[in-house]
Each structure stands twice: as structure tokens, then as C-alpha cells.
């Protein structure tokens, strides 16, 4: 750490492979240290991304208006119907709502809703200030539900009581909160699809390589979902977690409360995509599906390996540095930029767990760093010091990199281009090429 200077609070979150510091542990899943500036999103920030890819549901943000900044824009999840979720409601408290109480004008809010609409689904979440105030939303929500016999799903998430992690966990309590009372329908066999948000149509990916092994898909949990489908999701014989840090919690929920069992994929990168698909026929256990898995990756891997090798040249020697939210899509990173001959010099997550961390440190090369939870600071000084040519992260990283003048891929939330699956090792290569070997930094360095 040699140009970093880092808070005595924060040293036991970041460790470098097989060094005297940190000893290949690192300190994770706590709330972010005071005064270090993490790059996590609230509470309600985490419940919000997770619940608003539903297409037909109405998201109703208590609160002042500015909490309602967080849109869909900040999530450019895809739908094939409704676009009903592009809307954001919010009942813009004011100071005379924090003196009196904000119920009434959240109760009217939903009756406003439903006047003009006929929504199925309203989810209300609870902001900061909600918190603070204590409106009963639990009872505002029970009787909407009674008067008007739809869902009306309150989401306590006041921005201070955790960490974004603590938002996910709440968004799987809402969803299964809205599909529980459905537990006792009949088993189809088929497969849920969790965590993932249909970002620039990659759940439409996922599904096409399940339909191309013979795999039927329940219900999207919540890319390109909808009320319809999401109350389907307990016949499911299988559930696939792509989002790890987000959604796994849901999955052990429905395998505990509706006997459904889970596994963990990823479908970023030629390897865990090849996995993923292979793990799932598997997993179902049906020998055509099966078959089919192994000879539709045996012909996409290889297509997608002969793309890759036409860059390679270009790339190979280059380092990468990655912060992304979870440890899962981290691991998937780094094993995809070795595919494209490009080392990993740092790697950091936001609510990281672990046992990723664990995985991360065997797979990263000596003298890698690896941060739990950092700040712009500490990615500056480790970017600068370990001679980072790019850096993969979201929206909040992406004016760091160039103001260091270093080549970006956006791999969150915002991004236009599908990332997941052999498409996305396409599209991936393509857009790395692109700002790595772009003319620009020679300007900006020189
Ligand atoms: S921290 Fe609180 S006030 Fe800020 S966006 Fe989150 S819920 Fe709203």
C-alpha cells in the first residue's frame, strides 16, 4: 500500500494476494466505515433495483422527492409488454407532512393510483425519513389491499438502517411476500430464472439457451416480469440464480417455504457460461437436455473463442481493474478478461461475501489487490499504483477512470449493450477494444 493512504478503519477490508497484509482474509458484510465515502447505494436503493424491472407493477416512493430520483433510468431494464414500470410515483413529502405524518397522503397516493389505473401490483417503500417519522405504511397498505383486493406491498427501507445488501433482502421478502399465497399451485417442472434484471435484454439470452436445450422458463425474477408471471414462480422444478449478492436469499426462501431447489450461475465470460448452461441440464436431470447442452456449448464456446483470438492481440499484456457490486459477477470478470489475455490487477465489490472473497483470492494473480466496500480514494491510489489500463465498473466509477485517464467498460446497471452470455463475450471484447485501444489516452497521458 505503498501510495494509498487508507483510514486504520478500512485496512482489514482490503487484502493482496499472498502478502504479509491482510493474509489472504479480508473483512466484508459490514456497514460501510464513517467518513470513507462508499461507493454503496442506500437501503432503498437496493430494494428499488431489485422490484423495478417488474413491468406492470407501481412503485410508490414515500418520501421527499428527491429519493424518487432513483428510476428506471438508473436500471434500463428491458420489457416485452408493460412499460407501466418506466413511471415513478413518489408522495413528495414536505415539512408539514414530517410534523403531521405522511399516512394520509400516502393513502391517497394509492387511491389516486387506482382511479386512474387498474393496477394489480403497488409496491411502497418506505424512505429515510419515513423512518424517522414512523407512519404506519404496514397498515396504510393492508387496507388499500382490502378496499381495493389488489397487492399493495409495503418495503420498509429507510435509506440509514443498513447497507444496500439490507435493500435486496427486503425486495426478496416483498416477492415472496406476493408469491406465497400461490405455494400450493401444481409443479410444471420448468425453471425460474432469479436475479437477473433483463438489462439490455440478457434475460432474453438466458431464455433462448434454455429453450435451445429444451428447457421451459416459469417465471423471470424480475427482468421483463409481471404480475401473471411472477405468481407462477412456485410450480418451478429449478430455480437459477444469476445475481448472487442480490437474490440468493430468495432462492433459499423458496427452496426452505416451497421445496424448490437452487443453484448458482453465471453467464458472464466463455467458461461460466458454458458451466452455467451445462450445470442447469444437469441439474434437471433430463439426458435430451443434457445432449443438447453439451453440443450447443461445444459450438457457441468455440465460436465465440475463434472471435475472442482475432483481438487477442491487441489486448494481451493489458490490466484490468474491477469494482462491480457483487462477488459472483467479480469472479466471472476475472476469469473472462484471462480468456482475453488480461491480467487483474485490483478487484473490489460492494457487498462482496465471504466466501467469494475466498474464490477471488485463489483465482487472482500474486500481489493482486482486492478491496470490500471502497472509496474513490482507494481505487484512485491502487488504479495508479498497479498501472490499471481499464476499469470495469458503474456509473459512479466511470468519471474516476477518465479523469485518470484510463479506458472504462460500463458492466452495471446503465449498460446499452447485453454483456451476458457467448453474445455478450462479443459485445464485451468489442467495447474493452474499443476503450482500451482508443487514440484518446495517448492525448490525455501525453
Ligand atoms: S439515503 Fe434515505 S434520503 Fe437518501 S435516497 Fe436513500 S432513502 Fe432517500
Redesign the pocket.
Known amino acids: 500500500m505503498q501510495g494509498a493512504k487508507i483510514l486504520d478503519e478500512r485496512k482489514d477490508f482490503i487484502m493482496f494476494k499472498d502478502s504479509c497484509c491482510g493474509d489472504g482474509k479480508i473483512n466484508c458484510e459490514k456497514e460501510s466505515v464513517s467518513g470513507a465515502v462508499s461507493q454503496r447505494a442506500?437501503?432503498?436503493?437496493g430494494a428499488r433495483v431489485v422490484l423495478n424491472p417488474i413491468t406492470d407493477a407501481f412503485h410508490i416512493v414515500h418520501?421527499?422527492i428527491?429519493?424518487a430520483s432513483?428510476t428506471w433510468d438508473i436500471r434500463g431494464s428491458l420489457s416485452s409488454g408493460s412499460e407501466l414500470y418506466r413511471n415513478s410515483f413518489s408522495t413528495d413529502l414536505r415539512e408539514e407532512d414530517i410534523i403531521f405524518g405522511g399516512a394520509k397522503k400516502l393513502a391517497a397516493a394509492i387511491d389516486e393510483i387506482v382511479e386512474k389505473n387498474s393496477p394489480k401490483l403497488i409496491f411502497v417503500y418506505a424512505?429515510?425519513?419515513v423512518g424517522v417519522i414512523g407512519d404506519d405504511v404496514e397498515a396504510v397498505c393492508r387496507k388499500a389491499e382490502e378496499k381495493y383486493k389488489i397487492r399493495v406491498i409495503p418495503v420498509k427501507?429507510?435509506?440509514?438502517s443498513g447497507t444496500k445488501s439490507l435493500g435486496y433482502k427486503l425486495a426478496c421478502d416483498a416477492i415472496m411476500e406476493l408469491i406465497l399465497p400461490h405455494k400450493d399451485i401444481p409443479k410444471t417442472g420448468g425453471i425460474n430464472i432469479i436475479g437477473d434484471f433483463n438489462l439490455a435484454g440478457e434475460m432474453w439470452i438466458i431464455k433462448n439457451y434454455l429453450n435451445a436445450i429444451g428447457l421451459n422458463t416459469v417465471s423471470t425474477i424480475t427482468g421483463d416480469a409481471n404480475y401473471e408471471s411472477l405468481i407462477k414462480a412456485p410450480s418451478a422444478g429449478l430455480n437459477i440464480v444469476q445475481c448472487a449478492g442480490s437474490s440468493v436469499y430468495l432462492a433459499k426462501r423458496m427452496e426452505e417455504e416451497m421445496g424448490i431447489p437452487f443453484i448458482k450461475v453465471s453467464f458472464f465470460g466463455i467458461e461460466d457460461t458454458t458451466n452455467s448452461i451445462l450445470r442447469i441440464a444437469h441439474a434437471i436431470g433430463d439426458e435430451n437436455a443434457i445432449k443438447r447442452a453439451e453440443e450447443f456449448t461445444k459450438e457457441r464456446s468455440a465460436r465465440a473463442k475463434e472471435f475472442i483470438s482475432k483481438y487477442k492481440p491487441k489486448l494481451e499484456g493489458k490490466k484490468a481493474a474491477i469494482y462491480v457490486g457483487g462477488g459472483f459477477k467479480a469472479i466471472s470478470l476475472i476469469r473472462q478478461f484471462n480468456e482475453m489475455g488480461i491480467k487483474t490487477v485490483m478487484v473490489g465489490t460492494q457487498t462482496g461475501k465471504k466466501d467469494e472473497y475466498e474464490i477471488i483470492a485463489k483465482i487472482v494473480e500474486k500481489d493482486t489487490v482486492v478491496l470490500d466496500d471502497a472509496n474513490p480514494s482507494e481505487l484512485e491510489a491502487f488504479m495508479k499504483e498497479k498501472g490499471a489500463d481499464i476499469l470495469v465498473g458503474g456509473v459512479k466509477e466511470r468519471p474516476l477512470a477518465y479523469k485518470l485517464g484510463i479506458a472504462f467498460c460500463d458492466h452495471n446497471h446503465e449498460r446499452k449493450h447485453a454483456l451476458a452470455g457467448y453474445e455478450g463475450v462479443e459485445n464485451f471484447t468489442k467495447e474493452v477494444n474499443l476503450s482500451l485501444n482508443s487514440p484518446v489516452w495517448g492525448y490525455v497521458k501525453g
Do not use: S
Open positions: 442506500c437501503v432503498y436503493c418520501g421527499p428527491g429519493c432513483y424512505t429515510c425519513i427501507a429507510p435509506g440509514f
